[in-house]
C-alpha cells in the first residue's frame, strides 16, 4: 500500500517562507506526475502546484511566481518551497498523483499568520 507522509509545515508570518516535503513509500514517483494540494477551513481540496514526470511544473494563479514545486526521484520525494506567504496560504497541505490519487496522507498544516 502507497503511503505519502507531509512535512515542514509551520507557522509563519506573512512574507515567510517554507519548504514542504512529501515522500512516497510502496510505489515510486517517477512515472507519475505529482502535485501539491491545500485545504483550507470550510473549503475544499484545490490543486496549487503540479511537476509531470518530466519534471515541467505548472501552478495555480494564486501561486504563481511564489511557489516552486521540485522533485527528487532518487529519493521519491516531492518538494514546495514556499515564498510570500499570505494568510490566505493557511491551509493544510497535501501530496498525491495528479492522475488515479493514491490514499491522502495526514497533510501538514501551514499557518500564515501575524
Known amino acids: 500500500q502507497v503511503q505519502v507522509v507531509e512535512s515542514g509545515g509551520g507557522l509563519v508570518q506573512p512574507g515567510g517562507s517554507l519548504r514542504l516535503s512529501c515522500a512516497a513509500s510502496?510505489?515510486?514517483?517517477?512515472?507519475?506526475?505529482m502535485g501539491w494540494y491545500r485545504q483550507a477551513p470550510g473549503k475544499q481540496r484545490e490543486l496549487v502546484a503540479g511537476i509531470s514526470n518530466f519534471g515541467i511544473p505548472n501552478y495555480a494563479d494564486s501561486v504563481k511566481g511564489r511557489f516552486t514545486i521540485s522533485r527528487d526521484n532518487a529519493k521519491n520525494t516531492v518538494f514546495l518551497q514556499m515564498s510570500s506567504l499570505k494568510p490566505e496560504d493557511t491551509a493544510v497541505y497535501y501530496c498525491?498523483?495528479?492522475?488515479?490519487?493514491?490514499?491522502w496522507g495526514q497533510g501538514t498544516q501551514v499557518t500564515v499568520s501575524s
Open positions: 498525491n498523483r495528479l492522475v488515479n490519487t493514491w490514499n
Open positions: 510502496g510505489s515510486t514517483i517517477r512515472f507519475y506526475s
